[in-house]
Nanobody, 126 residues
Framework: QVQVVESGGGAVQTGDSLRLSCVAS????????MGWFRQAPGKEREFVGAVSQSGASTYYGDSMKGRVTISRDNAKNTIYLQMNNLKPEDSAVYYC???????????????????WGQGTQVTVSS
């Protein structure tokens, strides 16, 4: 069993940067790839990106590619989502997920991923 808890959301303005964190707990955390999804009101949840178990590999979805960086600190069981040049359309609840699948498959396999956090709200005003 793995638990994930997101933090770092908040209200920012267009063009600002924000870093989200996700702390994982459980005996086998280092066996899990971890990723970020987001969901805006009235829209489907979409894949933002993921990082491999070691942290050496990352994979990004199209939604925020070029404006986000995902990193991982296994000593802290934490992953980060650094978001830059935020836009109002980036306003959403951002979710962290842990799964043992390959990071490039996490987007398409969203419905089957194992462990989800409760999400953290990001609101970007113009």
């Amino acid at each position: 069993q793995v638990q994930v808890v997101e933090s770092g959301g908040g209200a920012v303005q267009t063009g600002d940067s924000l870093r989200l964190s996700c702390v994982a707990s459980g005996r086998t955390v280092n066996r899990y790839a971890m990723g970020w999804f987001r969901q805006a009101p009235g829209k489907e949840r979409e894949f933002v990106g993921a990082v491999s178990q070691s942290g050496a590999s990352t994979y990004y979805g199209d939604s925020m590619k070029g404006r986000v960086t995902i990193s991982r600190d296994n000593a802290k069981n934490t992953i980060y989502l650094q978001m830059n040049n935020l836009k109002p359309e980036d306003s959403a609840v951002y979710y962290c997920v842990a799964d043992q699948s390959a990071i490039a498959t996490m987007g398409p396999r969203m419905a089957t991923l194992d462990y989800w956090g409760q999400g953290t709200q990001v609101t970007v005003s113009s």
